[in-house]
């Protein structure tokens, strides 16, 4: 049961542009949502969060949108630059819980 | 480096071995989780222990794999008699306090390879 969806395995994007990355859950219970970002042999970083009590968080070139209703966040980076390059996982735990319940992430790469 | 070691980075066993992955977290830090990431997969939770405790250890597989945080050293993840099926990235994480934002600092993995 994957409670945490990316339905995108792939994302191409001009340098410059707007990249938008989605990721869809199913658990009410989520109570923080996370974007990790990965470059190949290595570990995933933490790029930014954002509570189930706020619709929006910016840090930067980088934004993040939850809309609870329609169990939908996506991670909005502006502009794009060919650094930005790597797998994004889109991520989320649940109340006292500590888990983090990941989605299968999407290569995001941008075109110089 | 301050960030969270793990070693070794690359680890190759043939079926019926042992295969053991050590962490040692982040300076400060004393949670530490194991998750693992299969082929083409999101990562998963398997287990989270602080000093010389396991708290959860509910994603990991019921034989074969257990884990400690002894008072002195990493933090060990170990795979008794491995098979192909374990074949997969584990990434060891810590945190300063219980992991409530969710925000995690991992380590570049440990890549099991069972031949």
């Known amino acids: 049961d994957q409670q945490v969806k990316q339905n995108s395995p792939s994302l191409s994007v001009q340098e410059g542009r707007i990249s938008i990355l989605n990721c869809d859950y199913t658990?009410?219970?989520?109570?923080?949502f996370l974007w990790y970002k990965k470059y190949p042999a290595e570990g995933p970083t933490f790029l930014i969060s954002?509570?189930?009590?706020?619709d929006k968080n910016e840090d930067g070139r980088f934004t993040v949108f939850l809309n609870k209703s329609a169990k939908h966040l996506s991670l909005h980076i502006v502009p794009s630059q060919p650094g930005d390059s790597a797998v994004y996982f889109c991520?989320?735990?649940?109340?006292?819980?500590?888990?983090?319940?990941f989605g299968k992430g999407t290569l995001l790469t941008v075109n110089p | 480096n301050a960030g969270v070691m793990q070693n070794p980075r690359h680890l190759v066993r043939r079926r019926g071995q042992e295969a053991r992955l050590r962490c040692s977290p982040m300076k400060g830090h004393s949670h530490v989780y194991w998750y693992r990431q299969l082929p083409e997969e999101g990562l998963k939770f398997m287990v989270y222990?602080?000093?010389?405790?396991?708290?959860?250890e509910s994603g990991m597989p019921k034989e074969r794999f257990s884990a400690e945080f002894p008072k002195e050293g990493p933090s060990i993840l170990r795979i008794q008699q491995v098979v192909r099926g374990d074949s997969a990235a584990y990434f060891c994480?810590?945190?300063?306090?219980?992991?409530?934002?969710?925000?995690?600092?991992f380590g570049e993995g440990s890549r099991l390879t069972v031949l």
């Open positions: 222990l602080q000093k010389e405790n396991i708290i959860d």
């Open positions: 658990n009410s219970m989520f109570d923080y």
């Open positions: 954002i509570s189930s009590i706020k």
């Open positions: 994480a810590s945190s300063p306090t219980r992991g409530e934002t969710g925000e995690l600092f």
């Open positions: 991520a989320a735990k649940g109340g006292s819980n500590y888990k983090l319940t």
